[in-house]
């Protein structure tokens, strides 16, 4: 059974009992371009039903856990998926965090999966594609990371909600196991799951959960 443990305490997971810095990456819900498997880039294309559903369920699920802060990319999607979890918990504050924004996908932006003729190298291999007019995978995974360590700073034992975009939770999973961001795309983040990363003191960060979905209700077991 997975479980949050308190940031404070020991973490379930072995007998590092002393302060630990929790952190859940939570991808947006879905929305209709999820759906039709087209590139959204920060398009500002809202939540659809199922996307409002799993934000709800995300709210519900987490309700009894303590939260130090909501830290969202400032896209519409992630915004929306926030605000049922943030919605009457007054000492809960939300962060626009630009570091957590969905990858500038230039060119590709607007278009399927299926018309673009570069995708399946893209998803063997990303450093060996050069997205036009977009981000590179490593400047993503830079501002990612600088922006966990600001909240780390911030929040050094707290539990710390992070709502962002599939392809950068894998950068940050790539880069706190120390696997070549080549490999990103062997990871699936689904629309409204959950990336629980462990940090403290005398150990190298945990990722603890990937991708977690169905068993939300067991992260809530305190």
Sequence with gaps: MFVIAS????????????????????????????????????RPIPLNAVGKAQARAIAKKLKNVHISAVFASPVTRAIQTSRPLIAGRQSISLYEDEGLKEINYGDWVGRVFSEITELPKYFEDPLSIEIP???????????????IDKMRVGYPEGRIVAISHADPIKLAVMYYLGIPNKEMHRLRIDNGSMTVVHFN?????????????????????L
């Design 7 to 42: 940031p404070s305490t020991s973490s379930g997971l072995g007998n590092d009992i002393m302060s630990m810095f929790e952190l859940l990456l939570i991808r947006h819900g879905q929305t209709d371009w999820n759906a039709e498997r087209r590139v959204m880039g920060d």
């Design 133 to 147: 007019g977009g981000e590179k995978i490593p400047d993503v995974q830079k501002r990612v990371v600088a922006s």
């Design 201 to 221: 003191a005398i150990k190298n960060p945990r990722v603890v959960v990937v991708n977690g979905v169905d068993d939300w209700q067991r992260y809530c077991d």
